[in-house]
């Protein structure tokens, strides 16, 4: 019987389990660096739905049986490649299933949740209660009626956050060259018309060699003043030092984000230390598209390829 490790949450390893319990068996190990070297020398199949552990081309190398990863999320830059273009092992991720993704909505709900959060300094106003404290005009919120969200990418997630926008009678605007067709109602802009016009500003898109450190510190320097920045997408596409300066300087009234440059290891990372005492910058430990009842369907379409895999 064949072996496949599952890296992730319970309703994940259960979700996996459904799909390839009578012809595989299936290992849940820790999402940490040891156990999973340790178990892929002896895998024919990684399932990943955890993202918390850089997989190594050593790693790969030494998983004589390997043949597949397939990941339940969209991205796998936690993944080396060398190893796998040696071997031709396929490395499958959720951006091949546009049907399934177009009504998974975690990941908008909570970018919608953070601009929110943003715009009313929840952070500081639940510290400010919890202090046994009760001053209103502390916390002033923005009316989002009015404004103007932009959208950097306005695919699946960007075409969620337009539609939220809209409801809240704000003006959409948004970048995107790949995209053919937006939502209606949202006008196209250049990207350095729309970060230098938006009041809220969003960025939705896949990290990759092209866009790694497309919101550099020139694009940062022309944000307008006083507006709010949200990220759920990667670290990496965002200059965060520029990010976090401008932050500071009080160019930008709040940063949402729900990734980090280098996470999991982020206990010396700016940012966080920034977040420690200052009520302007929200981060969530890249929990937007964990909700049991979505991992339940990514997990079991992930474990469906591999399983289509181990049949032939």
């Known amino acids: 019987m064949a072996t496949v490790v599952y890296l992730g949450s319970k309703e994940g390893y259960n979700a996996a389990l459904n799909v390839l319990s009578d012809i595989a068996e299936v290992k849940f190990v820790e999402s940490d660096t040891e156990n999973v070297a340790k178990a892929l020398t002896s895998a024919d199949a990684l399932l990943d739905a955890s993202m918390k552990v850089h997989i190594t081309d050593d790693m790969i190398r030494a998983a004589a049986n390997l043949k597949m990863i397939s990941c339940a999320t969209t991205g796998s830059d936690h993944i080396e490649c060398a190893a796998l273009n040696e071997r031709n092992i396929v490395v499958r991720t959720l951006k091949e299933d546009p049907e399934l993704l177009r009504n998974i909505t975690p990941a908008a709900e909570h970018s919608w949740a953070l601009l929110m959060a943003c715009a009313r300094n929840l952070k ?8 046994g404290q009760w001053v209103r005009e502390s916390f002033p919120g923005i009316m989002l009626k009015g404004r103007v969200l932009g959208l950097i990418g ?3 997630i960007g075409g969620w956050m337009a539609k939220y926008a809209q409801a809240f009678g704000m003006k959409v605007i948004a970048f995107d060259p790949y995209q053919k067709k937006i939502p209606d109602g949202v006008e196209r ?4 018309r729309l970060v230098s016009v938006a009041d809220f500003i969003s960025l939705h898109v896949h990290l990759s060699e092209q866009t790694k450190g497309m919101i ?7 944000f307008k003043h006083g507006s709010v920045f949200i990220n759920t997408s990667r670290g990496a596409l965002v200059d965060e030092a520029a990010l976090l300066e401008a932050l500071s300087r009080g160019n930008l009234s709040a940063v949402g984000v729900d990734v980090l440059e280098g996470e999991p290891e982020i206990a010396k990372h700016p940012m966080v230390q920034y977040a420690s005492t200052h009520n302007n910058l929200l981060i969530t430990p890249h929990c937007g598209g964990f909700s049991p009842d979505a991992v339940r369907l990514v997990c079991e379409h992930a474990a469906l390829k591999i399983r289509i895999m181990l049949e032939l």
């Open 216 to 222: 550099s510190r020139s694009i940062i320097e022309q």
């Open 124 to 131: 500081g106003a639940f510290q400010h209660v919890n202090q």
């Open 154 to 156: 306005c695919g699946r």
């Open 189 to 192: 802009q250049s990207l350095r």
